[in-house]
């Protein structure tokens, strides 16, 4: 019995990890999405989601469920992360969205590889091992399409420049650098590029996912968000790319640690 303990103990690693998801309007995917998140495997695990003011019960599933729940009413999907990574308490960070199409069951095993390789960085490929199903034509044929355009102008050889599961070292934004800028879809893009950069080859690695279909509808326009991200890796290739709004998550937005959330009432 002290034995397997001690054994289960050995394999429990040393360190606290913050999983960020964003959400808005997720009530169908957040809780399975939360639910599949693998549970006793660091020191801390804080599961976070940062909620641009849904209007369903979101933000109520991922408290039943036990989460940190973080209101960004700022809107966008950057924005979201921009100050969820801010406040994370981990200082290990993983990305995922909200909507049941990362595996969840990967992040012990990527974290263990940050740790042991001494990583910085690790952005997940899905077009790899993507799933029947995952990805509609369309999309498909926008991220080849996006992902190749990275690729040729930042050189930087990563496959999928649209993927949304990252694993990461909070301690990477002590470079002012590293700290994306954008407020939407393209800050997936952005990360890549700036961890390429700033971190190097070796630090910043790319590993192959599964990827599933969608729980929930998605609120991505595929032509708009498409043509942002075009232009977003031009503008940047350029130095054009500019901050619309500050680093870091405002001190009045409502966080369910300070039990400010509407639904905790
Ligand atoms: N907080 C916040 N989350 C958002 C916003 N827009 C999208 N999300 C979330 O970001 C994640 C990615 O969006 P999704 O619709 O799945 O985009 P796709 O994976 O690129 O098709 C999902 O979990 C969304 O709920 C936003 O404006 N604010
Ligand atoms: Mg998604």
């Not at 103990?9 to 360190?15: F, G, N, S, T, Y």
């Not at 708009?224 to 031009?234: A, I, S």
């Not at 901050?243 to 959330?261: M, Q």
Request: aromatic letters at 8%; charged letters at 30%.
């Amino acid at each position: 019995m002290y034995v397997n303990l001690a054994e289960f103990m050995a394999k429990v690693l040393p360190v606290s990890v913050t999983i960020i998801l964003p959400t808005r309007n997720e009530e169908e995917a957040v809780g399975p999405t939360i639910d599949s998140i693998p549970r006793g495997w660091c020191d801390e695990l804080e599961i976070m989601i940062v909620d641009g003011n849904s209007e369903d019960k979101t933000r109520e599933i991922a408290l039943e469920k036990g989460a940190r729940v973080h209101i960004e009413p700022r809107k966008g999907y950057g924005r979201a992360y921009r100050s969820g990574f801010d406040i994370a308490k981990g200082d290990i960070i993983v990305t995922m969205d909200a909507d049941c199409t990362y595996p969840a069951e990967v992040v012990p095993d990527l974290v263990k590889r940050l740790l042991e390789d001494e990583l910085d960085f690790i952005t997940c490929d899905r077009l790899t091992l993507a799933e029947a199903g995952s990805m509609s034509g369309i999309h498909g044929f926008g991220n080849w399409m996006l992902s190749f355009n990275a690729r040729m102008l930042f050189a930087y050889g990563i496959k999928d420049s649209q993927s949304g599961m990252w694993v990461f070292r909070k301690n990477i934004f002590d470079n002012p650098k590293m700290r994306p800028t954008n407020d939407g879809m393209p800050l997936s893009e952005e990360m890549k590029i700036l961890a390429r950069k700033h971190l190097g080859k070796k630090k910043a690695i790319e590993i192959s996912v599964p990827y599933r279909p969608r729980v929930g509808d998605a609120e991505i326009h595929t032509w708009g968000d498409g043509w942002k991200n075009l232009r977003f890796l031009y503008f940047k290739r350029v130095g054009l790319h500019r901050t619309r709004s500050e680093w870091g998550a405002l001190p009045d937005n409502p966080d369910s640690l300070n039990g400010d959330i509407p639904e905790q009432k």
